[in-house]
Structure formats: C-alpha cells, structure tokens
C-alpha cells in the first residue's frame, strides 16, 4: 500500500505542476494577444497616415514646383 500511496502522491503533485504550467501559459498567451493586438494598433495607425500624407505630399510638390517654375522663368 505504501508504494501506491507514493505512485499516487507523485501522479497528484505532476499533476499539480501541469495544472501551474497551463496558468503560465494562459497569462503568457492573453499578453501575446494584448501585444498583438497593440501591434496592429499601431500598423493601421501608420497606414492611415501613409494615406493622408500621400495626397499631401503631391499637393505640396505641385505647389513647389509650380512656384519654382515661376521664380526660373521671372529670373533667367
């Protein structure tokens, strides 16, 4: 009897570290999602920047250059 009690005493405690070990992983994969998550966050941020300044930037090319064009032409 004592040698199952033992056999059933280490079955109790691996099981035990099993059940820690899932804990962790659980917490370690609710901060991957919450990381991912911030991540993507981000990305659709810059991209909603890189949208709007696309627009801009060729306005302020236009203007610059149509400005340029003019100052070539007034001073040469």
């Known amino acids: ?17 099993i059940n820690i070990n899932l804990e ?3 917490v370690m ?6 990381t991912t998550s911030d ?3 981000r990305l659709r941020s810059i991209e909603r920047w890189k949208y709007n300044l ?3 930037l060729a306005v302020a090319t236009f ?4 400005v340029f064009s003019v100052a070539l032409e007034k001073y040469l």
């Open 1 to 17: 009897m004592d040698h199952q009690d033992d056999i059933s005493i280490r079955i109790a405690a691996s099981l035990a570290q």
């Open 24 to 26: 962790r992983l659980q």
């Open 29 to 34: 994969l609710s901060a991957v999602v919450e």
């Open 39 to 41: 991540h993507e966050q």
């Open 54 to 56: 696309t627009p801009l």
């Open 63 to 66: 203007v610059l250059g149509a």
